[in-house]
């Protein structure tokens, strides 16, 4: 089993700005091992920490080549245009032909502090500015036309009607339990 559950839609954590790392610990190390277990196993070719409720600027992927993470990336700069069919693990099963750059540069930093400096286009390049999104609280709703969101938040607002009854949060407790 995965070891986290990938966030979906409607959860306030992929609405928020992540933070900036400023250290790579044990922990940030553990994370990461643990989203790209998470992405293989969705299986997904992105995965941004905010979609596994983690507030930090940084993101894995895999286009095939080779696994990389990227720390504190920066778009440093976008260039033409490139449509392409896009989804994302925090809207399971939906997908839309967006618009966006076709050329990226972006630089960030791998875990032992190395700058890293890429210049993508076309699959890498759309890759890397949708997890970059997430980083910011992002999804690729926002960039949507307005038919496309029309038909979107209608599709989402049916499944979030279609879902089983979660268990009430039991009730809160006032003033000071005796025990
Ligand atoms: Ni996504």
Redesign the pocket.
């Known amino acids: 089993m995965a070891p986290y559950q990938i966030r979906v839609f409607g959860d306030p954590v992929l609405k928020q700005v992540a933070k900036e790392i400023t250290n790579v610990d044990d922990a940030l190390v553990r994370l990461v091992d643990d989203m790209f277990e998470t992405m293989y196993d969705a299986p997904?070719i992105?995965?941004?920490a905010p979609?596994v409720g983690v507030q930090k600027r940084l993101f894995v992927y895999d286009l095939g080549d080779e696994p990389g993470v990227l720390v504190n990336p920066v778009i440093k700069e976008t260039d033409g245009e490139w449509l392409y069919e896009e989804?994302?693990?925090?809207?399971p099963g939906l997908s839309w032909e967006i618009l966006r750059p076709n050329r990226v540069h972006l630089v960030g930093y791998d875990l032992d502090g190395n700058e890293i400096d890429l210049e993508v286009d076309e699959l890498a390049g759309r890759l890397f500015q949708?997890?970059f999104?997430?980083l910011d609280g992002k999804?690729?709703l926002e960039h949507l036309d307005e038919d496309q969101r029309r038909d979107a938040m209608k599709i989402l607002r049916d499944r979030a009607m279609a879902m089983p009854d979660v268990e009430p949060a039991p009730p809160k407790r006032r003033g000071l339990s005796l025990r």
């Open positions: 997904g992105g995965l941004a979609q989804g994302c693990l925090s809207v949708h997890e999104d997430h999804l690729l």
